[in-house]
DNA sequence: CGCCCTGGGTTGTCTATACAGGCTTAGGGC
DNA sequence: GCCCTAAGCCTGTATAGACAACCCAGGGCG
């Protein structure tokens, strides 16, 4: 959707931020340069550099105080909401034998929608994997997944039948988020193969992406026979029935 | 945050383009008016009637197509993390209304496995409801839930058309802490008919227990058409891919 | 009949300018 | 020393004008 001066200059802006957050340049509780700042030093009009701030205080990137100025969030360690393990620790901890099975691995250029959640320019490199997890022989999980190189480099010479990608991502990439989406559906035939699925059965998809150093690191679509797999989680917050 | 002129004309072109939703003179795949249209029937400048369809488009409502038009998106709804909320704020804080059918509203005795986990004995009464929500007349969740009377006193009494159980239970028995599980599933008839789903539509089922004052308080089965329905959970915990 | 090209409408973006209202601070008056 | 005010910076918003890229339809041409 993005995709006009190829890149266009209020991502400029959000990128110039963002790598200092990632660098260690700009630390949380630190403020970043106002709008007017920014104008001079990168030649953009307010406008650009507004909006650029803006939406970077939406993502929970920035925190703006009107009159005040713009500081680089607190990444708070909350209670989490949704706990997510990983699924070979999983399939282990029930005393069965994990596998891994890689289908894909290879470096693809980020197409316009994946550039946009990435937050990367259209064309950008992306790791890609696609495997399949099974447990005792059965399929589980089917992982599709990219990897942002400038996160998490060396993606794709990681040997996934030792460290699976959670693993390596975490060792990598130090988590600082992470925003999940549930649904049911009936998987493409694609994935149904993977799973070795009957057509009509419902498959769980969890779609995840992780954030580190202020960065989209990762981006996986999670792929689990409905009859077969179940989602926890547990929770202590405030307000719910 | 935004205080200036009490209420901003960005806001005000946005719930134009709401309330035309919501009325339901804008249906999903139509078409909305163009920026410039906007420009000259709401005496608006572009920028402003592009940042109002640009942020429906982010929230999901609209889908644009450069070059083409905006359109009403086909409704996805997108719950919130599992710090679950009512689903009913969740319906009229997407501007359309609900409604509420009781399906079955009883006491009952707890079956082995409901006592089980209620850590109850089998056979002690626990309030039974069977209940359809609806948003603007299309049914998004059916929620079978059993409470225990011991926490939640009064269950059966309550004018669930007035309050949701959520709203009750919130009120009646403060809370401790969520187990959630999740997961996709066809549903069985009685559920299909009740979403009012073809046969082979999957669904995502919530099992919910909640916990008050040390007692397991209210167990929940909330069925979601997997069509209409996804659930969203953000999360800043430590290990995860 | 089919192909190409062009024109008009639409989104996507950028700029320069302007005003309102919040916050901080320096400086003056007491 | 204390209080109050005003200046100056900050964000939030609005506007008019401009150019680029995209899509589709319609007309001209082979």
Redesign the pocket.
Known sequence: ??????T?????VKHFILDRIAAGSLRAGER?P????LTRTL??????A??A??EL?EDGVLV???????FVAEQRVHAHPLEVRNIADEIRARGHEHRLKVVALESVAASRELAERFVLRPGAPLDYSLLTHFEDGAPLQVEERYVNPLAAPGYLRNDFTRTTPHEFLVRVAPLQRAEHTVRALLPERRIRRLLRLEAGEPCLLIMRRTFSQGRVASIADLYHPGSRYELAANCQPRSLP
């Open positions: 959707m993005t995709l006009q001066p190829a266009a200059r209020y991502q400029k970043v106002s709008e007017n700042e030649t953009v009009s307010r406008m650009t507004n909006r701030l803006r205080a703006r105080v009107a009159g005040v100025g713009t």
